[in-house]
C-alpha cells in the first residue's frame, strides 16, 4: 500500500478555478461539504445551498476563515420555485454560475413493504425531482454565458438492488438516466453534464440513513457495528479503506477544470472498488 496519502494533498494547481462560480446543494456537511472546501481552496467562488442555516453559515465562516470566497442561501431542492428564485439570484449577483453541484440528498433504510407515500415522496423528491430542478434552473444561465458544468451525485447501490432502499434506489437510477439525456440535449449549449457515484463514506448524513427513528427503541446499528465496518473497510472494499468526502471533492475538481472539457453524459464510480465485489446484503 502506498506510504502516501494523496487523499489529504492537492493535486491541483493553486488558482485552477479562480473566477469561477459554483453553486452545491447540500454544500454545508459531509461530501458536500468537501466538495465546497476543495472548489473554494482551487479559487471558485461557492455558493452553498441548503435548507438548514445552522448547517451552511458555519461552512461559510470556515471556508472563509481560511481566506477563501464563500457564501450561502437556505433552499428546499424540493420547492421548484425557491430554485428558480435561488439561481436567478445567484447569477445576478455573480454575472454567472460556471458549476451546479446537485448533491443534496435524503435517504433512511426502511422496508419496502410499508414504506408510506409521504416517505417515499420525500427522498424521490429530493434526489431526483431536486436535481432536475436546479439543473434546468441553470441551463438558461449557463446557455446565456456560452456554456457550464453540471455533476450530480448518484450511488451504486441501484446497480444489483438494496434492500430498504427502494425510495433511494429508484431515485439514483433517473439521476443516472437524466444525466445522460441531459448531457445529449444540452451538448449544444456546451453544458457538460456528468455524475459521480460514490462508495461508502462515513460521514454524519450515512449514519442517520442507518440510524432508527429517535422514539423506536431501536438499536442503532451503525454504532453498534463499529469494529465490523472497520474490518469490513479493510477486507470488503478491494482498495481497503473508507472513502472521504475529498475522494469524491477531486473527481468534481477535475471535471470542473478544463480537463473536464470533452466529457459529458458519464457517470464516475468513485468506490475503491467496492461495488464490483460486494454482494449485496
Ligand atoms: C421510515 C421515515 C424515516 C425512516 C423519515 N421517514 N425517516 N420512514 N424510516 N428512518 C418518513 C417520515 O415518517 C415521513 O413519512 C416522511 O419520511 C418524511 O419525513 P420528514 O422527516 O417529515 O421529512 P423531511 O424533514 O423533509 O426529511 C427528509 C428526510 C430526512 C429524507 C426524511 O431523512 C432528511 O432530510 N435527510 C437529509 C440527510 C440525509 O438523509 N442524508 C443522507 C445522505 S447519505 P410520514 O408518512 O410519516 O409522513 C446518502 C447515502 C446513503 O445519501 C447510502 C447508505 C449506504
Request: proline share 6%.
Amino acid at each position: 500500500m502506498s506510504k502516501v496519502a494523496a487523499n489529504d494533498l492537492s493535486v491541483f494547481r493553486p488558482g485552477l478555478l479562480n473566477g469561477q462560480v459554483a453553486l452545491i446543494t447540500g454544500g454545508g456537511t459531509g461530501i458536500g461539504l468537501g466538495i465546497s472546501e476543495l472548489l473554494a481552496e482551487l479559487g471558485a467562488h461557492v455558493v452553498i445551498a441548503s435548507r438548514r442555516p445552522a448547517n451552511h453559515e458555519a461552512a461559510v465562516e470556515a471556508i472563509r476563515a481560511r481566506g477563501h470566497a464563500a457564501s450561502s442561501v437556505a433552499l428546499d431542492v424540493r420547492d421548484q420555485a425557491a430554485v428558480q428564485s435561488v439561481v436567478q439570484n445567484v447569477a445576478t449577483t455573480h454575472g454567472r454560475i460556471d458549476l451546479l453541484v446537485n448533491n443534496a440528498a435524503g435517504n433512511f433504510y426502511a422496508p419496502s413493504a410499508t414504506l408510506s407515500p409521504n416517505a417515499w415522496k420525500a427522498v424521490v423528491e429530493i434526489d431526483l425531482y431536486g436535481t432536475f430542478y436546479c439543473s434546468q434552473a441553470v441551463h438558461s444561465v449557463m446557455k446565456a454565458q456560452g456554456g457550464g458544468r453540471i455533476v450530480s451525485t448518484s450511488m451504486t447501490l441501484h446497480y444489483r438492488g438494496w434492500p430498504l432502499m427502494a425510495h433511494a434506489t429508484a431515485a439514483k437510477a433517473g439521476v443516472d438516466a437524466l444525466t445522460r439525456t441531459l448531457a445529449v440535449e444540452w451538448a449544444p449549449d456546451r453544458i457538460r453534464v456528468n455524475a459521480i457515484a460514490p462508495g461508502p463514506i462515513p460521514t454524519e448524513g450515512v449514519r442517520k440513513a442507518f440510524a432508527p427513528p429517535a422514539d423506536s427503541g431501536a438499536p442503532d446499528l451503525f454504532a453498534a457495528a463499529e469494529e465490523k465496518m472497520a474490518e469490513y473497510a479493510r477486507t470488503g472494499i478491494p482498495l481497503g479503506r473508507w472513502g472521504t468526502p475529498r475522494d469524491i471533492a477531486n473527481m468534481v475538481a477535475f471535471l470542473a477544470s478544463p480537463a473536464g472539457d470533452w466529457i459529458t453524459g458519464a457517470i464516475f464510480v468513485v468506490d475503491g472498488g467496492e461495488w464490483l465485489a460486494k454482494a449485496p446484503s
